[in-house]
């Protein structure tokens, strides 16, 4: 530990922390653009100056490191001008759009400026010319509004190593993009949206389908049907000033209702369904000698990151759709039989949490219901922006409730929203499938957690001992497939999460995200999954009669043509 002052005060931290950490731990507010907390810190765009006693240069207190019996100052003349001078020459070359920004009123950039008391831009000239990139079905990249903080660009390469941005060029015409400032669609980009989630500003957001989805709500001749993932409710209340981990379920559905959806359905039942249909895959590939390891496939981000850079090892994914694509086609067939609705009058809406979800619904491969599956995806802030457009009064909503036959779930649909959920809720239902004995704890807590990989062997009667692994970051992922492909670990089932902390954070989710947030919206669909009666995806009486009346069985004839599908081979560059 050292000891340094902070405009006066003692502070105590670890030897090699950084200035700006110390200040923190003392309580005192040093405003950063490109400092990214947990992950970045480069000092690039000096917003974060200080005065420190004894030296000439202000010092960028991201990268800084405190020493021992340093005197830092954070509030003098010299520094308030230089930070305002830093914002001023950034919003110079800025496109004065605020009213009609994505991030206004959450944009960290304006933000600054408020608090540094610009009122006027003293630096007229030539701003740079970008160009909008809406190639994607996902995000949108306004390279007018990038500021050059390089956070989405850490992001792409250290936490997802994927690379699909980088910065280009120097001086006035630096520019982050593609390689060879090709569109987003035609770079080997995953659709996760980790780099909208991190950008101070409006220069990548998701792609909105806001307007179309109220144009299918107020057509009389649609019958527009909406679905919700588990992390969803555990996060939309932050839109609305609720702590995070709160969970809004009921208002949630409330509010779907009043914007005119005709039913709202739980993506959790088919997370529910998954479980049979996967599970069923892995305890048949590990009795009858299929390919191993079997690799979870309900992360379209993390399909797009294998079919790009691991394609060899397409054939150990598991062939079950994504929850959400389940949904879709079962809302077309099933659901339209019973209700007596032509499908080709339904409109699917998916309310996620998830960018790469976008992406998803439009794959080719995804219309096993003779239409597309699922018509459009909003993600969580687009849901939220909904609600307020219409005027709704979230905090005075009674609790909605899911509609029948698709909204009944079990706690484990709900735990699919967090790292390891998926996991867990396989375990449950393959160990009890398998030995035909009930589990007597079905809390698998060594899956759980904010660890990049975890590992753990499950002995299973009859079976052996089943040995599993959870990666979440896609950085992570790639630490996982090398050891499957150098054959140095004897998996028999892992799950990956395209996003760190799985969908609680996807790139939908409401800004900004931390560790904090990622763990107090897991523990908020955990405390769902304690609070249930029914914790396992095969006791769902909802899963066990669409099987009766519709399915058939798991990996059936009608099964494996609605809830299963391939993926295909890309170019990783």
Not at 239 to 268: S, W
Not at 271 to 282: N, P, R, S, Y
Request: with cysteine.
């Amino acid at each position: 530990m050292i000891r340094l002052k902070i405009d006066g005060r003692d502070v105590e931290v670890e030897e090699g922390s950084t200035i700006l950490e110390a200040a923190q731990k003392a309580n005192v507010h040093i405003p950063t653009l490109c400092y990214l907390p947990e992950v970045q810190a480069i000092g690039a765009c000096r917003v974060c100056l200080v005065e420190v006693e004894g030296n000439k240069m202000l010092q960028a207190s991201c990268v800084a490191p405190a020493a021992p019996g340093m005197s830092v100052l954070t509030n003098t003349e010299r520094v308030r001008k230089a930070r305002k001078f830093t914002v001023e020459m950034l919003l110079s070359n800025h496109p004065f759009e605020c009213l009609t920004c994505q991030r206004n009123l959450n944009c960290e950039l304006q933000s600054i400026a408020s608090d540094l008391g610009i009122r006027d831009i003293r630096f007229a000239g030539e701003k740079s010319q970008g160009r909008i990139d809406k190639s994607s079905p996902s995000i949108t990249r306004d390279q007018n509004k990038c500021i050059l903080c390089r956070r989405c660009v850490t992001v792409c390469q250290e936490i997802q190593g994927v690379t699909a941005l980088w910065t280009q060029g120097r001086g006035f015409d630096t520019t982050v993009g593609p390689s060879f400032d090709r569109d987003i669609a035609d770079a080997a980009c995953t659709n996760c949206g980790q780099c909208a989630l991190v950008c101070p500003v409006g220069a990548i957001t998701e792609h909105e389908y806001i307007d179309e989805v109220w144009t299918a709500i107020n057509d009389p001749k649609k019958f527009v049907v909406i679905q919700d993932a588990p992390a969803v409710r555990a996060a939309l209340g932050e839109e609305f000033g609720y702590p995070p981990g709160t969970l809004v379920t009921g208002k949630m559905l409330a509010a779907a209702r009043k914007l005119g959806f005709d039913r709202v359905f739980d993506t959790n039942f088919t997370a529910d369904l998954t479980i049979l249909e996967e599970g069923t895959e892995v305890l048949n590939r590990v009795t009858k000698g299929g390919i191993l390891p079997v690799i979870t496939s309900c992360s379209p981000g993390w399909i797009k990151f294998i079919e790009h850079f691991y394609p060899e090892l397409l054939p150990n994914l598991s062939t079950c759709k994504s929850p959400q694509q389940m949904m879709g086609a079962l809302i077309k067939t099933y659901y339209a039989q019973k209700a007596g609705i032509d499908p080709k009058d339904m409109v699917v809406v998916s309310a996620m949490p998830c960018t790469a979800k976008k992406f998803e619904c439009q794959r080719p491969e995804m219309r096993s219901s003779g239409y597309q599956d699922v018509d459009y995806v909003i993600t969580t802030r687009e849901l939220a922006k909904m609600i307020k457009q219409a005027g709704i009064d979230f905090d005075l909503l009674d609790d909605g409730i899911y509609d029948d036959p698709l909204g009944e779930y079990t706690g484990a649909g709900t735990i699919f929203g967090a790292t390891g959920g998926v996991m867990e809720a396989a375990l449950r239902t393959a160990y009890e499938v398998a030995t035909g004995k009930i589990l007597d704890d079905v809390n698998f807590t060594m899956v759980r957690g904010l660890e990049g990989v975890k590992e753990a062997v499950i002995p299973v009667e009859g079976v052996g001992d089943l040995r599993v692994a959870v990666a979440h970051g896609l950085n992570n992922a790639r630490k996982i497939l090398e050891k499957v492909k150098e054959d140095k670990v004897q998996y028999h089932f892992i799950e990956i999460m395209a996003c760190p902390g799985g969908c609680v954070a996807g790139g939908g989710q409401p800004l900004p995200v931390s560790n904090d947030k990622r763990t107090r919206r897991a523990q908020a669909l955990y405390a769902e999954d304690c609070s249930m009666t029914m914790r396992k995806s095969h006791e769902s009486p909802s899963v066990k009669k669409i099987y009766e009346d519709f399915l058939g069985e798991p990996l059936g004839e009608k099964s494996h043509h609605l809830l299963h599908t391939k993926y295909i081979a890309r170019n990783k560059f």
